[in-house]
């Protein structure tokens, strides 16, 4: 059972990863983006309801059978927008919330995979409760399937780095949405470096985020 765990959760918790900052502690390492957004515009709070990361990792090759999948919740977040277009944002991830969907019909395995991801081994929640992304710079684009290119800085396990997301983001009648691409991080650079014995399966460095959030114009 042990075994098959731990090939189970490996993966999981990658791309879990996704996403982002500690209340507890301040940044252990960083290299991110000049914040050049701003707060002045209409304010708009994060629907926490309707908005999610979705992680997926992989197992020795990158395919849909050696993959494993899964969410996190947010716990907050806010967005601006300026003269009707998005202008600066930052979402909070609750880690505490990460699950794996792959595994929600096997209640025992799904417990012990969550349970795992959770510890020292992968995201130490006790000690980073939270992983966070702060959009630093919105650009709009004029080609291919996405509307918009983020800038911004993830930070997951007190470690920050930039990342740039392609998204469909619409702002109307009160209401912001922000969808991005699947993304790939390396998960390693995130401080989650656990691997399996090899028995089990090699674990690709790369996860595979994506993030929704929905947010609702302050009244």
Known sequence: MRKKLFSLAIPALFAAAVV???????????????VTTTKEGSQYTLDTLNSKVEWKGYKVFKTENTSHFGTIRFESGDVTVKDGKLESGKFVADMNSLTSEDLKDSPEDLAKLNGHLKSGDFFEVEKF?????????????????????????????????PVQFKANVSVKEGEVSVATEPKDIKREEFGVKFQAPAENGVIKDEVTLQISVKALEKK
């Open 20 to 34: 982002i900052s500690c209340k507890k502690d301040k940044p252990l390492t960083s290299e991110s983006n000049e």
């Open 129 to 161: 409760p939270t992983a966070s992304y702060e959009i630093t710079k919105v650009t709009p684009a004029t080609e291919g399937d996405y509307n918009t290119l983020l800038d911004g800085n993830l930070t997951i396990k007190g470690i920050t780095k």
